[in-house]
């Protein structure tokens, strides 16, 4: 079976990435690579010793990436056994690195509360791309929340703007939400890159469309929700 070029539909399911993964070995980072976001990373996870998880981590070296930059404990998941097993593999000899077969949805390997940052770069969008996606998405954001510990964040870099994302997040779990956004590969040249610095938040208001003030109509960005696990206030 050749992988073809599949419907969006398909980047929901396992099968389509163990068939991707199996015919395309080389090193691939969705969305952006970690130089373009060290500087977000450094302000909202500054101690390197705390444990960071990877979801969705494929074959992208930005794991690697962050290790070369001094953080010490990054543990990566993915539903691929193909990926995973490629990837325990490449990286046998780095203790700071930990690859694991998981579902997003179901993370019960992981006590609560045994992370201080969960990373995502294209995980929940491709779980909205595929059946029961919505179901599927608040159990994610579920798990996410779970794992986290109080105060710990959860970055999402993702196409989707403040409309289709913020109601989500919201309605997941009790976050904090700071918008940060940066322009796409390839997009350096493009009249409507914006020219605040990717460490400068956006003001968000319920709709989003404070966004469409500061960025216009058709920005060429990623979005970056920096969603932070506020403890549950006692009765």
């Known amino acids: 079976m050749t992988l073809g070029t599949p419907s969006s539909q398909a980047y929901g399911e396992p099968w389509y990435w163990d068939n991707r993964y199996a015919h395309e070995s080389a090193p691939f980072d969705w ?51 193909v990926v995973i097993e490629a990837m325990q593999t490449k990286y046998s000899n780095c203790q700071q690195l930990k690859y694991i077969k998981l579902d997003v949805r179901d993370m019960s390997p992981f006590q609560a509360g045994s992370f201080a940052a969960v990373i995502d770069k294209g995980t929940l969008d491709s779980i909205l791309c595929g059946n029961n996606s919505r179901q599927n998405a608040t159990q994610m954001l579920g798990e996410v929340w779970r794992v986290l510990k109080d105060k ?28 940060h956004v940066i322009a796409k590969f390839g997009a350096e040249g493009s009249s409507e890159q914006p020219t605040r610095a990717l460490t400068d938040p956006i003001l968000l208001d319920e709709s989003g469309s404070s966004v469409e003030d500061v960025l216009g109509k058709n920005p060429d960005v990623h979005y970056i929700y920096v969603c932070t696990k506020e403890p549950k206030t006692k009765d």
């Not at 998880?53 to 539903?79: A, H």
């Not at 999402?156 to 976050?175: D, F, M, N, Q």
């Open 31 to 81: 969305y952006q690579k970690y130089p373009a976001l060290a500087s977000l990373i450094h302000l909202y996870v500054p101690h390197r010793h705390e444990r960071i998880l990877v979801v969705g981590c494929g074959n992208s070296v930005f794991s690697e990436d962050m290790v070369n930059d001094g953080y010490e404990d990054v543990v990566n998941v993915d539903i691929s056994s």
């Open 152 to 179: 710990g964040v959860y970055i999402l870099i993702t196409y989707g703007a403040p409309v289709y994302r913020l109601g989500l997040l919201k309605e997941s779990c009790l976050w904090s939400i700071k918008l």
